[in-house]
């Protein structure tokens, strides 16, 4: 039984869906998501938990301490595997004794289990070792919760493998031991009381597989990855509500739906991270800044989707494509330097990134996809560096909207300026799509990108624009201005 999702499904016998989230590009976005979600999320069901069991009428709580030598911690329970609720080991704990634990825990009352002086067999958590799936009642509709609420385990565990705490609602702790290299798909997945802040993992430890923390809402606080870490999987993070997480350099992979719908408020990827997947950084309503690695050829679809206060991120001049949705309702998005050898915007990449206050599209750019740039409400400019207008896709949506709206009902201003170079206009004009704008005019000085970090003190021979071309008095610090005709950023 590989995991809690796999488990389900094969009791339900409603088999979800194995196409992989990399398999799902090929599907449209919204049929992804929602493979996706019929993959990670069970939350249909309700949650039982049973009345602890009281022996001999005696409902007293009672704490053990006991030493084990590996397949006889029932035994050395006896009478009291019903009533204990905390719980010390010490000694050797084998594959039969976790089967005990989740016994005691889901029968009885046991809800804390200190294990810091233990010897795990070969130093591997068992698989599912407290989910088992008679705690599934398909009929009823709704999960039966074990009682463990906390869990000291001791240094010398290796692995966690998968499922290992599936569904353990009611966990709220648990330390990640010193030792730890492997942590298997689900092996935390809707833990949803799970507080542990910070999150730190030893150095050595290389990946976090798929699910690991999915819908771990409680998980509010701090990450901490190791320098060895080359891999976060698929959805590891879905749903939980991390703030911090830091990326460091060697780290090669972050998987599909990996951050859906955390809390982050800044990203740096690392130059050495060139797989990242669809959904990545989806709804991630706190996320200021990101930063995308050198080397990358295309953002994925949906990468930063409905990150609704991001206000800055880099497109590497490396990006030949933009994915669909990639920053899609990104509101606070200010303007993107589009680097030269961009060549395709996807369907809706841009759209409802309402503080976008001019465009710059390279000479290499040569596709626009549907509703890519529509509803930029807050747009003057727009500049076309292409002597030949990039080809425009008609909205399915909205038959017959161009990537910037429709033609009857404008969504991005139509009669802003549109430069283009010269010799152009007319063919912008007569070109499907640029056809939307009135407003044409060419021109052979084109907006460059930032090549340098200059400091500037403004003075009657330097002054100071903001994007928009007003005259600025007061910059401020870090902010990118217009100064002698270039873009800067100011270091007062």
Excluded at 40 to 57: C, E, F, H, M, V
Excluded at 135 to 140: P, S, V
Excluded at 248 to 261: M, Q, S, T
Excluded at 299 to 304: C, D, E, K
Aim: net charge negative.
């Amino acid at each position: 039984m590989k995991g809690l999702l796999f488990c389900v499904g094969l009791i339900m016998n409603c088999l979800f869906s194995t196409v992989s989230f990399a398999q799902t590009q090929n599907v449209s976005q919204q049929d992804a998501l929602a493979n996706t979600q019929k993959q990670l999320q069970i939350n249909r069901y309700k949650y039982s938990t049973k009345a602890p069991k009281a022996i001999d009428g005696n409902s007293d709580f009672n704490s053990m301490d006991i030493t084990s030598h590996g397949g006889d911690l029932a035994k050395l329970l006896g009478d009291n595997i019903y009533k204990v609720d905390s719980l010390v080991v010490r000694g050797t704990v084998d594959d039969v004794d976790f089967h005990t634990l989740w016994d005691a825990s889901f029968n009885g009352k046991l809800s804390v289990i200190n294990m810091e002086n233990a010897e795990v067999k070969n130093g591997i958590i068992p698989e599912d070792a407290f989910w088992h799936s008679e705690q599934l009642n398909i009929e009823d509709g709704y999960i039966t919760l074990i009682h463990l609420r906390r869990i000291i385990l001791p240094n010398g565990i290796k692995r966690i493998e998968d499922a290992a705490f599936s569904y353990v609602v009611n966990l709220e702790d648990v330390n990640i031991p010193s030792e730890l290299q492997y942590i298997g798909p689900s092996a935390f997945e809707q833990c949803e009381n799970l507080k542990t802040d910070p999150l730190v993992f030893p150095e050595g430890f290389e990946k976090l597989d798929e699910a690991v923390f999915a819908n771990c809402t409680n998980l509010t606080g701090k990450v901490v990855l190791p320098s060895t870490i080359k891999e976060i999987g698929e959805a590891a993070f879905w749903r939980a509500k991390i703030s911090s997480i830091n990326f460091p350099e060697g780290l090669e992979k972050i998987g599909d739906g990996a951050f859906y719908g955390c809390r982050l408020e800044e990203v740096h990827i690392p130059n050495s991270c060139k797989d990242l997947g669809i959904f990545a950084f989806k709804l991630n309503k706190e996320l200021k800044e990101m930063h995308l690695p050198d080397g990358i050829e295309r953002i994925p679809n949906n990468f930063a989707d409905c990150c609704i206060n991001l206000s800055h991120v880099n497109i590497p001049s490396s990006v030949k494509s933009i994915g669909k949705e990639a920053f899609q309702s990104c509101w606070c998005l200010n303007d993107v330097e589009l680097p030269l050898g961009l060549e395709s915007i996807d369907k809706d990449a841009f759209q409802s990134c309402y503080a976008f206050g001019q465009l710059v599209f390279p000479a290499t750019l040569n596709f626009l996809g549907e509703e890519c740039c529509t509803y930029l409400t807050g747009v003057k400019r727009i500049y076309s560096m292409a002597s030949e207008p990039p080809a425009c896709e008609v909205s399915t949506l909205n038959i017959g909207d161009t990537p910037f709206g429709g033609y009857d009902s404008p969504s991005t201003p139509n009669d802003i300026p549109v430069y283009v170079p010269v010799g152009a206009a007319e063919k912008y004009r007569k070109a499907w799509g640029w056809d939307y704008f009135t407003n044409f005019i060419e021109t052979d000085d084109f907006p460059t990108a930032i090549h340098n970090i200059n400091i500037n003190k403004p003075n009657a021979q330097n002054k100071v624009y903001d994007l928009n071309g007003s005259k600025v008095a007061n910059p401020q610090k870090g902010q990118i201005y217009i100064i002698n005709g270039k873009k800067r950023i100011f270091i007062n």
